[in-house]
């Protein structure tokens, strides 16, 4: 998942780092190569070379070309600059079983079958309600407990990692248990020992959930997985849950709480906003686009040499998508560079593009529209508590974000 990719690769500060008061604009240094043109070689912080993909239309295409292989295991080169722990930790084959993100097709296409089976209009709706309930008891209690809070702990991380849990169907007595598990391993600075021992104990607790699910089936998902595919093993279900986990958690939460920070940066949008709340779905759309947290990526491998245009990328070549460029690229966007919660329905990629276009985007919609609405409802007089150039920023994170948000309101 993200978290493999994040300590797979290293980029230079240059193409992560956001200029001084501007930390809703793409890092400087993609930012300096998108205005030059559509595809760049760029090197890595290892001195690799690696393709940096600015344009919209090159990114979609990188997207659905079946010569962009997402397995960065099979390739010897990618996977020898590792530290050989993590290397060993990534490639074991129950490790690898069921995340079918860094798997190519046919073998991800059985995966994502069977995936989207599980995602079903009815399964959303059934969520829906209970979104609304983990939202507004968090609402409640940030409330009940003063007038100030960090965003990013007191809501923007507990939400959709509570959803995550309705989804797979943990018990209400293990939900603290998982949170403090998916913490660990989000967390930053965490050293090669503790991510791979924390990424065991989160397996363990998978592992104990699918046994649960097979003994006692339940209305969820991974129970409908199993009905569906009984020959799914324990391996392979620990892998699919472990991938929906961090998949859905690191995103949806920073979306939340950077959104949430950009609404509150630019007072006419929010204005706007909170005067007509009809316009929650395309203000959604629109930050999607806007801030594209997934900052460095998607990351693919050229199985064979390809031209994009008109540059080769030979084989064996590290390729990454820059999002933020291409969902700002001024041939498909007018006036890319600003927030408007009424533009009509942009096309952006902060989903992706392709076979691994985002499995879970109808369910983070409906947490970011629920999350952001009930937010603005519940505290319209909502603030910063420090001054914006101040906010932590995860330049260096793979998912873009802030890793806390002070906010305050009146009581
Ligand atoms: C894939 C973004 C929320 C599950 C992806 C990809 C992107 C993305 C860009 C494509 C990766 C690639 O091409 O390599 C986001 C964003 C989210 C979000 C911005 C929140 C705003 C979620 C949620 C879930 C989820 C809530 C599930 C609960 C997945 C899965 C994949 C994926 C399973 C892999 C799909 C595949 O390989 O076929 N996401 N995602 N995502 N996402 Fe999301």
Redesign the pocket.
Known sequence: GPGEARMTLRLPKEYTARKPGLPFDPAAGQAELGAQGPVHRIELADGEPAWLITGHAEARAV?ADPRMS?DRFRSERAMSKLPPKLRKMLTEQDVRAGN??TMDPPE?TRY?KLLTGQFTVRRMRQLEPRIHEIVTDHLDRMIAAGTKADLVQAFALPV?SLV?CE?LGVEYDDRDEFQERSATLLRLDTPTDDLVRASEELRAFMLDLVRAKRAKPTDDLLSGLIEAAPDLTDAELVGIST??LI??HE??AN?LALGTFALLEHPAELAKLQADPALIDSAVEEL?RYLS??HIG?VRTTLEEVEIAGVTIPFDSTVLVSVPMANRDPRNFDAPGVLDVARPRPSHL???HG???????Q??RV??TVGFAELLRRLPGLRLDLPPSEVPLRSDMLVYGVHRLPVAWDA
Not at 355 to 361: E, N, P, S
């Open positions: 997207l997402s079918f993100l991800h994502r959709p995550i989804l991938l929906l998949a859905g995103t949806t979306m999607l947290i997934v998607p902060a989903f992706g076979v691994h276009q985002c499995l879970g985007q369910l983070a947490e970011m």
